[in-house]
């Protein structure tokens, strides 16, 4: 479970990304972060792996503090949540399957994997995941040779071999073709429903969030205005989040 | 006011080259007196005089050797000046300072450094060395630090976030960003300083140069010929090598 309490985030001087959210996100769920750009949610979900540093309030991961957590503990915490970047975040020059196994990285003896081997185990989870996101054939492939939700599907089976509790994604198809937005989404439904990962995704445009979220959170302007089931979304409530006029 | 600023240009080009020319006695009638002395001095540089061909090899390779420790040792001692002159590693004081110093000491060419060097050390190759390796060194730092300026950060922090430490970040996510561009870099010094490095004998520090300035003084046109071929087939190959490697790693 994740949890987040009080959560601020202000960049200096005083541009204000987050009010005090409170948040509980319980194993196994499927939730989608929404909101107009600028209302918090990159920020939200960048706070919840350490990736920005909040600047008060406190995160969570199965009860250990993350934001209190140094060293090996905080990189322990850190490695059980996968992440998803809008930019997929690749290292272009390096092959598919060394990108999927950067994901290994916490698993691995340190030194060993300086000199770029990995052990067997690893390499054939690395091979078996690539082959779930349908993309076995292309493991050889320099990542940059790649079609956009190509690159995506790799950055998906990077944060898998991680073996993680968590999968957070940063708006995972603002960069893609619309048509490609449903395979990436059914990729995380999919690894939602059959390994029970938790997965909490933001996104900018609400008929995905209702299709896909079991829960949706609104955000605007740094505070939640809206948690609950995709069911209870009113047009009232989309307009609280979307809406026109002073927030 | 635009055209009225590109006419302002035109005549203060047209005005600072006339000048130039002027000061530096620049004569048509003077080059075209000069034209049968060029070709007297052409023809007496044939045929070669391929007796020379052994000392004119040992220069070239001497230069080569030069060229190939001077890049080496440079292509490292700017590693570290590289970082403190990026604006996205090093303090603001730090990158300052060292990027106005990188900038003055570039100022000065290897020719020069090596006038120093030979008076520091003596005559030989190894003052020709040091040279190469002090403007080397200041322009690969420079080339260096605009490369780590560039580097993308995403994939930086995509590597962070998979929970890897920090010498597995460097290894997988800064890296394989950097040393492609840090190798190019010093291939295509490496090719500069092969022609920098051929003169550093007019100034006694070692290879292929002296054999030119000395058959050159001594009028044994022929044998300045054959160490001339010798320089041109030495940049050809190195140019053609260098520059395939360089294709392969972009």
Redesign the interface.
């Known amino acids: 479970m994740i949890e987040v309490r009080g959560l601020t985030k202000v960049y200096p001087p005083n541009t204000v990304a987050l009010r005090d959210v409170s948040l509980k996100i319980p194993d196994g769920q499927f939730a989608t972060i929404i909101g107009p750009s600028g209302a918090g949610k990159s920020s939200l979900l960048r706070c919840l792996?350490g990736?920005v540093a909040p600047t008060a309030g406190e995160i969570l991961i199965d009860g250990e503090s993350l934001t209190a957590a140094r060293g090996e503990a905080r990189?322990?915490l850190?490695?059980?949540?996968?992440?998803v970047?809008q930019?997929?975040?690749?290292?272009?020059?390096?092959s598919v399957l060394d990108n999927v196994l950067?994901?290994r990285?916490?698993h691995v003896p340190?030194l060993r994997?300086?000199v770029?081997s990995f052990p067997r185990r690893d390499r054939v989870l690395a091979d078996a995941v690539l082959a779930r996101v349908g993309l076995a054939e292309l493991a050889h492939r320099r990542a940059d040779t790649l079609s956009g939700g190509q690159q995506q599907r790799v950055?998906i089976a990077?944060?898998l071999v991680?073996e993680p509790r968590t999968i957070l994604a940063d708006e995972p198809m603002a960069s893609l073709d619309p048509a490609l937005s449903r395979t990436i989404m059914d990729l995380l439904r999919r690894i939602n429903e059959e390994d029970g990962i938790t997965v909490i995704t933001t996104l900018h445009v609400m008929d995905l969030a209702l299709e896909y979220g079991q829960r949706v959170i609104g955000l605007r302007n740094g505070r939640v205005v809206y948690d609950g089931g995709a069911a209870g979304v009113t047009d009232e409530i989309v307009d609280a989040i979307f809406g026109g006029g002073a927030g | 006011m635009r055209t009225a600023r590109r006419w302002t240009g035109v005549a203060v080009g047209l005005a600072l080259f006339l000048w130039s020319a002027w000061e530096t006695e620049l004569s048509l009638f003077r080059m075209v007196e000069g034209l049968p002395y060029m070709a007297d001095f052409l023809r007496r540089m044939f045929p070669p005089d391929f007796s020379v061909l052994g000392s004119a090899g040992r220069g070239a390779l001497q230069t080569l050797q030069i060229a190939v420790v001077g890049t080496a040792v440079a292509a490292v001692a700017a590693l570290p000046l590289g970082f403190v002159a990026a604006r996205n590693v090093a303090p603001a004081w730090l990158f300052y300072g060292v990027r106005s110093l990188l900038n003055a000491l570039r100022a000065i060419d290897t020719l020069v450094y090596a006038l120093f060097f030979v008076a520091a050390v003596g005559l030989g190759p190894f003052p020709g060395v040091l040279a190469v390796v002090a403007y080397t060194t200041m322009i690969l730092a420079k080339l260096y630090s605009e490369a780590i300026e560039a580097i993308d950060p995403g994939p930086v922090e995509a590597v962070s976030a998979a929970g890897a430490t920090r010498l597995q970040v460097l290894r997988f996510g800064v890296v394989p960003q950097l040393l492609p561009l840090f190798i190019s870099f010093t291939l295509y010094r490496f090719e500069t300083n092969i022609r920098a490095a051929a003169i550093l004998g007019f100034v006694g520090a070692g290879g292929i140069g002296f054999y030119i300035q000395t058959y050159l003084r001594m009028l044994n046109y022929p044998a300045a010929s054959t160490v001339l071929l010798v320089l041109i087939a030495l940049v050809m190959a190195v140019d053609f090598t260098s520059s395939r490697i360089r294709q392969r790693l972009v």
């Not at chain 1, 850190?78 to 992440?83: E, L, P």
């Not at chain 1, 930019?87 to 390096?94: A, G, P, T, V």
């Open positions: 792996n990736l990189r322990r850190v490695a059980r949540i996968g992440f970047f930019q997929f975040n690749l290292i272009k020059r390096l950067v994901g990285l916490s340190e994997s300086l770029g950055a990077r944060a991680q």
